[in-house]
């Protein structure tokens, strides 16, 4: 490569910022001008010397746009970045209630997911992290930060008892095992959302989670931030959609200010996860309808006297079949003609 090829080549290389191409368009438009301006005269050199003006003129407008003016992208981020500081300005001791599980030698470590969307969240201030350090909901005396859901956080319980959420998190089982649990979110009006690795379905290779978000103000000017999904991925989820909408998060707060009531939100997250041990990456996070006002629930007057229920396969099942069974047993008959002699007359209902 000659000499004059390497200078090119430095001078292409050199050029990695706005600033540096305003700088080299400068120098190539004093060139072609300079170069054209020896030959002109009278009207023309005018016109040139014109022209560079306006052309240096342009240049540094679009330099100066691209180069220190944020753009509309940039501005949204430091709004949020601001909101989410403010959300998380907590005044005094701030208690930091992550889930705690146990593994299989019986030793109690902090949940990694949890652990993983903490340092998602800008808390600062004093903090504790004891798993046994009870705080009341109703009369604290400091801000709490709750991560993760009941299967795992007691504290998560006590929110859903305290408050009254239009969704919250409830056990579930398969119908074709009673045993294995998990748990899914459902709404005031019965619409349930479940996670697709319990559903064991997945969409063109993506997971579907969801989460709750809640956020409320406490008595003695404390706050309550809750952050939890069914599964670690849609703790995440809430998490970044958090830290995303903070501004909106924020003006909604703002709007509805007081004591013992904040604002929930119900968080779907479509993400991609290669193992347990990596985070998840999302490819869309949207909010379930808007957000909801909860209140906390207010405590009867007096306890109740006397509690009325149904019992049979209200509070208990029971087999009927065992009823007739014994019926045919003691009249030494076939147990299926006693059955459907009492079950084709009214006899049953008459008894109920």
Known sequence: MDTDSKAKLNVIEAVRKPLNFFTLSVLLIEAILGNL???????????????????????IIIVAKKEYLPSEVAINDNASSDCIKRIFDLNGLTSVKPSFVKDRVGNISIRKSDTDTEKMLPIKGTTTYESDRIIDIENPTGNLIVIGSPRYNSYADQIQEKFDLQFQFVNASYDANVTERFIRIVSESGDEFSSSKDQRISMEGCEVDYGILFIADLTNSFRLIWLAGIHGAGTHGVANYLTKHADSILSDIDRNKGSNKGVAYLVRAQYVQENQETQPTFTKIELIGDHTICKMKQKPLSPPNVVACDLGNVLMYFDRNRTYRAIAHVLGVNYEKVRNQIENSDLRERYE
């Open 37 to 59: 301006a020896v030959r002109a005269n009278g009207l023309d050199f005018t016109i040139l010397v014109v022209g560079m003006l306006l052309a240096l003129f342009v240049l």
